[in-house]
């Protein structure tokens, strides 16, 4: 003989049906209650903020068509915050499958979104700072698809909401009105993600500053590569106030283009009264370091305001000229 089921008269019991119509209930007075930041399990909240933040959405889906971001292009955008609340609707629905569980979820669902907004400020801390948890805002940000992405994939950016400075000024870190970055990830080796915590007025792109860089300035439809020049005793580039040249033309090796001829460059350079090369027959190799010494290149994005229209000038400023070093190479050793 096999035991009569009991599954029709749970099914049938009025004390199921009335446990299962106050679930809800109950559920939206500990959602009230429940601190945010709590309500959650960890691992849940965070994968949720990271889909919020478009990781692991196919490119496809960001990008429709390859024509949208050609090559060498930025494209600026927000996010809709409706769209990636479907996204994370359709992660929660997975674990509904009864009425009862739909409407569980649509009690909770204003909690759990709150929850994972605040989380989206969260996923990238850098530097150990701590985020509380706070209410979320719009998201602005930008693709970039170029060869700077893989030549720098180090390259710095830096966002604001206002754009109070001009484009050469040295922003501090600690800058009320800089905005935190929420997402900066290469999708591809030439493809740049970039997400704000808001929508910013104006944008820094810089090369890393990790090091020390020479070059030159690049001519361009079939103008000459120069190389802006500066004063040795002060280190300052040469400029109003100064007798020109304040550049110089940059020659190359006969047969090899691309490949600078230093001993000619160096000839050139020397050449230039306003230079105050050491007085030998050629430049030293300690001045044509500090000709072509070039500070990081930025590339800004914004409104051409009053702060914007100033002319980015030289940001890097020696602060010991080549009097100083000649002084203490003349100074007798103690």
Same mark, same amino acid.
């Given at each position: 003989?096999?035991?009569?089921?009991?599954?029709?008269?749970?099914?049938?019991?009025?004390?199921?049906?009335?446990?299962?119509?106050?679930?809800?209930?109950?559920?939206?007075?500990?959602? /009230?209650?429940?601190?945010?930041?709590?309500?959650?399990?960890?691992?849940?909240?965070?994968?949720?903020? !990271?889909? +919020?933040?478009?990781?692991?959405?196919?490119?496809?889906?960001?990008?429709?068509?390859?024509?949208?971001?050609?090559?060498?292009?930025?494209?600026?955008?927000?996010?809709?915050?409706?769209?990636?609340?479907?996204?994370?609707?359709?992660?929660?629905?997975?674990?509904?499958? &009864?009425?009862?569980? +739909? =409407?569980?979820?649509?009690?909770?669902?204003?909690?759990? +979104?709150?929850?994972?907004?605040? =989380?989206?400020?969260?996923?990238?801390? *850098?530097?150990?700072?701590?985020?509380?948890?706070?209410?979320? #805002?719009?998201?602005?940000?930008?693709?970039?698809?170029?060869?700077?992405?893989?030549?720098? %994939?180090?390259?710095?950016?830096?966002?604001?909401? =206002?754009?109070?400075?001009?484009?050469?000024?040295?922003?501090?870190?600690?800058?009320?009105? !800089?905005?935190?970055?929420?997402?900066?990830? +290469?999708?591809? %080796?030439?493809?740049?993600?970039?997400?704000?915590?808001?929508?910013?007025?104006?944008?820094?792109?810089?090369?890393?500053?990790?090091?020390?860089?020479? #070059?030159?300035?690049?001519?361009?439809?079939?103008?000459?590569? &120069?190389? %802006?020049?500066?004063?040795?005793?002060? #280190?300052?580039?040469?400029?109003? #106030?100064? %007798?020109?040249?304040?550049?110089?033309?940059?020659?190359?090796?006969?047969?090899?283009?691309?490949?600078?001829? *230093?001993?000619?460059?160096?000839?050139?350079?020397?050449?230039?009264?306003?230079?105050?090369?050491?007085?030998?027959?050629?430049?030293?190799?300690?001045?044509?370091?500090?000709?072509?010494?070039?500070?990081?290149? !930025?590339?800004?994005?914004?409104?051409?305001?009053?702060?914007?229209?100033?002319?980015?000038?030289?940001?890097?400023?020696?602060?010991?000229?080549?009097? /100083?070093? !000649?002084?203490?190479?003349?100074?007798?050793?103690?």
């Amino acid at each position: 003989m096999t035991a009569p089921s009991t599954g029709g008269v749970v099914l049938h019991n009025p004390l199921v049906f009335e446990a299962s119509a106050a679930a809800p209930e109950q559920l939206a007075s500990t959602a /009230t209650t429940t601190p945010l930041g709590e309500l959650l399990p960890d691992n849940v909240r965070t994968w949720l903020a !990271r889909s +919020r933040l478009l990781e692991g959405v196919p490119f496809q889906h960001i990008v429709a068509d390859t024509e949208l971001l050609p090559p060498e292009s930025i494209r600026f955008f927000y996010v809709d915050r409706e769209w990636t609340d479907a996204l994370v609707q359709g992660a929660l629905s997975v674990g509904t499958i &009864t009425t009862l569980d +739909r =409407e569980q979820l649509q009690v909770l669902h204003a909690a759990i +979104r709150d929850e994972v907004d605040a =989380e989206e400020r969260r996923v990238r801390m *850098v530097g150990g700072e701590s985020v509380g948890m706070a209410p979320a #805002g719009s998201i602005g940000g930008f693709l970039l698809r170029s060869r700077a992405v893989s030549g720098w %994939p180090a390259l710095h950016v830096r966002a604001y909401r =206002e754009d109070l400075l001009p484009d050469d000024a040295d922003v501090p870190p600690t800058a009320p009105h !800089r905005m935190r970055l929420l997402r900066l990830e +290469r999708l591809a %080796p030439a493809v740049l993600l970039c997400l704000f915590d808001g929508v910013p007025a104006v944008v820094h792109i810089e090369e890393p500053r990790q090091g020390v860089q020479y #070059g030159v300035d690049l001519g361009v439809g079939g103008a000459p590569t &120069t190389i %802006p020049l500066r004063d040795l005793a002060t #280190g300052q580039r040469l400029g109003p #106030g100064k %007798p020109q040249p304040w550049t110089e033309n940059v020659p190359f090796r006969k047969g090899s283009p691309g490949v600078i001829n *230093v001993f000619h460059l160096g000839m050139r350079i020397y050449d230039v009264p306003a230079v105050h090369a050491t007085p030998f027959e050629l430049i030293t190799s300690g001045e044509m370091a500090m000709e072509l010494l070039q500070f990081p290149f !930025r590339q800004v994005f914004g409104e051409v305001g009053q702060a914007a229209a100033t002319a980015a000038g030289d940001d890097f400023r020696p602060t010991i000229g080549a009097e /100083t070093v !000649r002084a203490w190479e003349e100074e007798e050793p103690t």
